[in-house]
């Protein structure tokens, strides 16, 4: 085999395979674009377009193409072949400049959220030169972006990569009024750590709830879940370690950088991290990543489930978003240094996120806004859907020594020992890790914990990048025109914590006082989809987006629109489907474990009058009464399904409607058939119990 140097990136038309194919004077062109976000002359898209296809045949392609990111969650991609047409019945391999540029898919089936109209079918992709063409299969993949034929913005790459010009531009104009002028670009990083479960595929199959929705709907806890804390950084079994074996050698030929995987908390819970990269990057190696771990996961006899609670009762799953901003120096701008008192230029960053967090804690809890992760928010190690920021103790009695105009007097960093000799001293971190807070600083970067497993991290990067692009710009307008830079620098910086010291909060996020204390301070609690989604188009984030060009407020509407219907669909997916399982599999088997256990006293009883019954009618009298609780319970879900289907109303009425009436009667169907299953034999129960689900690795 070869060596991972080696191979890594073989797929992928990088540095390397640019070189080799290009001309100088071609590669320089483009390798600018790439690096410096500079415009590309379309002039070069032929020969680009030609050393891709002749790069992508040597590796046995015959198809390309545009892969892009619409407003479904998911990628799409419709594939065309080389072939051309020739003289005598023979064809030639072609890839010209303008097919490389420009391709038209349908766009009428994608969601537009009214933003497009039925009948205005054409669509465009455009490629993206920032993000590398890759190969899978047989296939050239190259990444684009969607668009209708109307121009409006239908995909989630487009306002992504304008909110990273946003967030570049103004950073620039913040350093140049520090005077720095070495500084050209400013990248958005993210290193997005992906958590999944593993089951097994024949199990899977079996659960109607699971291959229609991707959680399960009905299911006791079994005797044991994760209380035992057995299973986190546990020793990884040999079918799991050849799952992620093969994943990480898929993924490094795609030439992301899969660093990390352990097991996670939940059973049959594990994580992958990969190494930091740009924003855009980041976000195509995310999605490929969960393509390649659901494929990868069906080799090995699995099923990989990326919903956000596929399991009641045990830790849900998430994708922390590791972000910072980089120079194309190579300075991490969130970096404190051995001396953040002094250094002014972290502080204003800092200052900056804390204030963008503060004002537009809506727009973050709108961007990790989906069903599944309502299930998951706020319990089981996901942090709450109060928007705070963790800085650790240091950091924050450095803000208010400059808010307060007193010297911070540094403590020195405590060295660590284990009390073995053998055993090296090391220094203590600056700050701890709060596993509970949504957005913590974690050293030299900020952890947004609330994102959901399946969600494009395009969309919180999106608001994370806007809003703080606005912040810089209000600082850079104050220091532009500063007749006192440093007095002025300060005056920022603890203005932005006597203002929005609230938003920061280093304890527990799980405490029933930090409840209370949050609404004291005046910090918004959006604890479903619905409630977040009402704030979308408020008049503040409507001029938030116009002023940085990322949304108009066509697009705003249209976005919320889509979000909401999805809501709405998942739900009534779900509904269905509790409907369906319960009126064909749970209710017949109950029925029939009762009446067998009822025949079998009868029995008793004619072979001798004395043979006591009583624990089993006490059964049957339990599981009777549950019964009829469950049937009330699927008339009623029956009922408020036919409600909300056939009322008339806005998309953010109904959502709410499913949020309230649906979902509640959903989760009272649920806890009577739990119970059910408790007492119902086992040989009865139509479904593979959590118990099987969970730890039959």
Known sequence: MKKIPEFFGCMVFNDEAMKKFLSMEVYMALKSTIENGEHLDSSVANEVAEAMKDWAMSLGCTHFTHWFQPMTGITAEKHDSFITPAENGKVLMEFSGKELIKGEPDASSFPSGGIRATFEARGYTAWDPTSYAFVMGNTLYIPTVFCSFTGAVLDK????????????????????????????????????????????????????????????????????????????????????????????????????????????????????????????????????????????????????????????????????????????????????????????QFLLFLSAVIKAVDEYQDLLRISVATAGNDHRLGAHEAPPAIMSIFLGEELEDILHAVSEGTEYEAGKRKKMTMGVDVLPEFKRDTTDRNRTSPIAFTG?????????????????????????????????????????LEADINKIIGDVYKNHHRIIFNGNNYAEEWLHEAEARGLMNLRTMPEAMQHYSDEKNVILFEKNKIFNADEIRARCEIQLESYSKTINIEALTMLD?????????????????????????????????????????????????????????????????????????????????????????RKVSDEMEQLTSAEYWPYPSYGRLMFTM
Not at 293 to 321: D, I, W, Y
Not at 472 to 481: G, H, P, Q, T
């Open 157 to 344: 790459k487009t306002p992504l990569l304008r909110s990273m010009e946003r967030i570049s531009t103004e950073s620039l104009r913040l350093l140049k009024a520090l005077g720095r002028e070495d500084v050209s670009h400013v990248y958005a990083t993210v290193g997005a750590e992906q958590e999944y479960f593993l089951i097994d595929k024949d199990m899977y199959t079996q659960r109607r709830d699971l291959m229609y929705t991707g959680r399960t709907l009905f299911g006791a806890r079994p005797p044991k879940g994760q209380e035992m804390d057995d299973h986190y950084f546990g020793a990884i079994k040999p079918r799991v370690a050849a799952f992620m074996e093969e994943l990480d050698l898929e993924l490094w030929k795609l030439g992301v950088l899969a660093k990390t995987e352990h097991n996670e908390v939940a059973p049959c819970q594990h994580e992958l991290a990969p190494v930091f990269t740009t924003c855009n990057l980041a976000t195509d190696h995310n999605q490929l990543t969960m393509e390649i771990m659901k494929t990868v996961a069906q080799r090995h006899g699995f099923v990989c489930l990326l919903h956000e609670k596929p399991f009641e009762g045990v830790n849900g799953s998430g994708k922390h978003n590791n972000w910072a901003l980089s120079t194309n120096t190579g300075e991490n701008l969130f970096k404190p240094g051995k001396k953040p008192f002094e250094n002014k």
């Open 444 to 484: 030299n970067k900020f952890e947004f914990r609330s994102l959901g497993s399946s969600v494009n991290i395009a969309c919180p990067n999106i608001m994370i990048n806007t809003i703080v692009a606005q912040q810089l710009s209000e600082f850079a307008e104050i220091l532009e025109n500063s007749s006192d």
């Open 581 to 669: 399982m319960a009126r064909k599999d749970i209710f017949p088997a109950v029925s029939g474990f009762v009446g067998d256990l009822s025949n079998s006293v009868l029995n008793k009883k004619k072979l001798c009058a004395d043979i006591p019954v009583n624990a089993e009618m006490k059964l049957i009298k339990k599981l009777s009464e549950l019964l009829e609780k469950f049937d009330e319970y699927v008339e009623e879900l029956q009922s408020a399904e036919d409600k909300v289907r056939s009322h008339k109303a806005d998309a953010l009425t109904i959502s709410k409607m499913y949020c309230n009436e649906v979902l509640t009667v959903m989760n009272k169907l």
